[in-house]
Structure formats: C-alpha cells, structure tokens
C-alpha cells in the first residue's frame, strides 16, 4: 500500500519533498498558509513589475548542481536562467570602485590579486576546501546523523580527501585569515564580512570556515549564482507542475496550526481552510514540515521535545530583513549595470556592525519590467524584535528606513522621484504575515562553528515520523540549501518505508 504524507508548507523545501515523494508513489497533500507557493522564494506583482519577494539568485541550477538533478529526477525541464558575471560587485567603504566577483576562475583569480595583494595562499586553501566539501556534500550525506542509518549515509559519503579537512572542521574564516598573518588586511575582511554575512548570516569570525569556503567558492565556473527568467516564481511553478503530474496535492490558504502526536509518533495535522475558517484533522504516515525550527517548536506544543526547547534557548539571535522593491525607469540604472551589487551600509545611520544594502536589478527583457523598466529589490539586516515592539511607530520606522536606503541606493542609481513608478518596503511583520515564519525571521540558523553541518538541527526529528526541511537545517539558507535537504528527507522516509 502506499504511504501518505503531509507536507507543511509550500516553500521550496516543502515542494521539492513534494514532488519527489509524488513520484515515488507516496500519497502526498501539501497545506500552504499563503495564497502563492514559494514562500522566501516567491513574487508578487504590483503595476506591471514583478518583485522577487526575498531570493533573486540562485546556485545549482548547473548540470550536476542541486535543482538541476532534481528536476531531471522529476522529468520536468529546468527554467531558463543566465549565470550571473560578475556573481555580484561588492562596493567596500568608501571606495567606488567593486571588487567583482567573476565566474571565470582565472579572472577572479586575477580581481582578488589586484584587490588582495599577498592574500593568495589563503583563497588557494579555501578553494581546496570547497573542493573537497562539495564531493563530499554531492554523496549524499545525512548531516548531522541521529541513527545508525543517518550515521552510514555519512561514512559512506567519506573519502581520504574529506579527512582532510578534519583539522579545519573548527576554525572560522578568521582563524584561516590569521594563520596566513592576513588579519590586519582590512578591505580583505571587510569583503569577507560583507559576503559571508549574505549567506551564513554571521561575519568571517563567526562563519564556520568550512561553510565559508563553500559559500565564497560557488561564484565560479562550474558553478555560478544564477538569475532565473520571468522570475524566481518559475522554480515553485516547475516543482508543482511536476507534483500535480503526478496526482499529489496542493491546498493554498490552509494554515497547519497543530501537529498531532500519539506518544512519540506523529500521526497527522489540525489544519484551518484560512478562506472558509473551517478547521479539520488531517491523519498521514508521515508529516515533513517546511518550518523554521521555532515554528515547530510551536506546532508541537506541549508535545516539543525537551531537546528542542533546550536547542532553541541556546540559539544565537536569528535575522531578520529589511527589503525594498522599487520599479524604476530604465534611466535609473548606469550603463552596464551588474545584476548583483553589494554596498557596505547600516541602516540604522552610523555603522555599528557589518551590515549591507545587497541589491538586485533586473535585466532588460527578464521578464520583471515592461520594456523601458526595471526592478531594482535592496535587502538589508535587520534585529526582528525592534519591528514587533509595542512602543515603536511601526508606519514611521518602515518610513524612515525606506528613504535611508532610498538615500544610500540613489548615490549609485538616478533616483530622482519622476525615475521611480512604484515603491514598497518588507520588515519582519511583512514577512511573518507573508511566509508565516516566527518574528519575520528569514535564513537559516547560521552558520557558526556550534549550528553548521555536524551541529546544525537535523531533519529527523525526535518524533517518530516528523521530518524538517528547509532552511533550519543541514545544509543552510537559500533554494539549493533547502533543495538539499528535502533530498536528505525524501530519502530517509523511504529508507523507513522500507522497514516496514
Ligand atoms: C531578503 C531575502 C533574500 C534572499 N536571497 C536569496 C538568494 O538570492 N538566493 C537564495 O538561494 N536564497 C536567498 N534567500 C533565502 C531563501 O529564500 C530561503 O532560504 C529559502 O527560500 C527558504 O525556503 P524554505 O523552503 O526553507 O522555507 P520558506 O520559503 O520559508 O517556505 C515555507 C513555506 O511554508 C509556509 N508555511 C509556514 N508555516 C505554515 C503553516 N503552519 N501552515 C501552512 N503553511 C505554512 C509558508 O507560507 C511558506 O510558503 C533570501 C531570503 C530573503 C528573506
């Protein structure tokens, strides 16, 4: 007989876990809160623009990279996209000149030369652990391991090369800085700083080097950071063309508000139809939530194991994020305009820690603008808890931080006010409304030395038959991030359907 599933979400590690449980002949119904799938990866439209609501661009979409083997497993095409080159201009303090991050490894060998003198043995070291961490990562490896299966996926992943990178296992990037005496470089580490933060959300001394190395070498040639046409919404429409294919199940405004559990063994879902305020149960074999770890914290209730709340409370502070999305004449953009920029900025004025403006800008005929237009998206950091404070004028804070960064964007772009046809700010309320997660938070857990790979959250959960997946756990923020451990989840219910 075939197993049914619940999936939680429509994100793009609910989809991925959909569609490929589909396929393998699981039963498999998908309850998403919002109207839209995609989630942190989804659109919407406004005036003729369609505004990527949080990723712009993505990795693995390569032969042999993440989504592209998925969605070969699925039979459906992949969308069409352009490598991104550079992969992103990073504009350091004061400075008006980018570092840029070609694709074409001899290039960025040479930009990080000119940029970086002297910094070479350090990116050869980084480029051999991405190397070694990416045949590693394509064997499929359970991350971090809680049984003696898991365990097995992950020796079985192993090859003498991986041992090597067991002595940097627990050094930062900075650690690595300092052991080539680079730490007194400071453009080197404020370029570290700014691009490390986009993806592990914490700084070159905080970033796990491992994650690091991976994070600042998928830029390049065979891989490459991607920008998807029409819109980042072509990766859900492909994922559920594929689910749909094949008799699985999507239900849009349905908000799962309660895991039920019978013991240590998860047995289906208390589900509202957010349309029509009925609200029913919902009984699986098995139920994958595309949650942030504190969401199921939630949805489990008094039923979260111990481990868990104990996880949560030694967490370090999540992110949130502050996006803008403008629609703009073609007259706003200088001439041979990056897709991807990256200034250094603070949008609380002075500049306290590393935060930055990372900004994308659609490119003519992408399928985002009328012809004439662009959209230009900026995203920044932000503290979640100062946007859900009682005493704070949220209208005039969203306010003020939009012409902050309005103000910062317009000493690169013409942003005079005729250039600018449509304008509108996300916060963490907006996001917390929008893709359901606690506080707005958005990324993953990070990626310090205590939360990355081998110390991450793991998607089989303590309960029997609830799986995670998504950004909360291994390997970490961003489409392909969540595409990978949907792979992880899909093949550990398998490996348990199996057993029984
Ligand atoms: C501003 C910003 C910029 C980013 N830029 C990039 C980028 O350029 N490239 C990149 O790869 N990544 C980027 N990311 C990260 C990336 O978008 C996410 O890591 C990834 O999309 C997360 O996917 P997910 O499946 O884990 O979760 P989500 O996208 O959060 O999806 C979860 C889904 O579950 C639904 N849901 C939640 N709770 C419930 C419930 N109780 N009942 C029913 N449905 C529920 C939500 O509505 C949502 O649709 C960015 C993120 C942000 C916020």
Known sequence: ????????GAGIGGLTTAALLTKEGYGVKVFEQAAVTGGCASTFRRRGFTFDVGATQVAGLEPGGIHAEIFAALGVDCPA????????????????????LWRDRQRWQQERHTQ???????????DQL???????QGRNPILPPRNLYDLGQCVAALRPDTLLTVPYGLMTVTDLLRFYDLQGDRRLRQFLDLQLKLYSQVDASE?????????????????????????????????????????GEIFLRHSVEQIQVQGDLVTGVRVKDLKSGLRFVETADHVVANVTIQDLVKLLGDRAPNTYQQRLKN???ASGAFVIYLGVKDEAIPPDCPPHLQFLYNPQGAIAEVNSLFVSVSQPEDGRAPPGYRTLIASSFTEPNHWWQNQLDYSQEKELYTQRAIAQLGKFFDLRPDHIIHCEAATPRTFARFTARDRGIVGGIGQRLQTFGPFGIASRTPLKHLWLVGDSVHPGEGTAGASYSARTVVQQIQRNSRKY
């Open 315 to 317: 967490l370090p502070p």
């Open 116 to 126: 970086f003198p002297g910094s070479e043995a350090f990116w050869q070291c980084l």
């Open 81 to 100: 996209a352009i490598p991104c080159d550079p992969a992103c201009a990073v504009y350091l303090a004061g400075e008006s000149q980018p570092i840029s």
């Open 207 to 247: 970033t796990a080097l491992l994650y690091g190395a991976t994070a600042l070498g998928l830029c390049q040639d065979p891989h490459g950071l991607y920008h998807l046409q029409g819109s980042m919404q072509v990766l859900s429409d492909r994922l559920e063309q594929a689910l749909n294919h094949q008799g």
């Open 130 to 136: 991405f190397a070694i961490s990416w045949r590693f």
């Open 1 to 8: 007989m075939h197993k049914s599933v619940i999936v939680i």
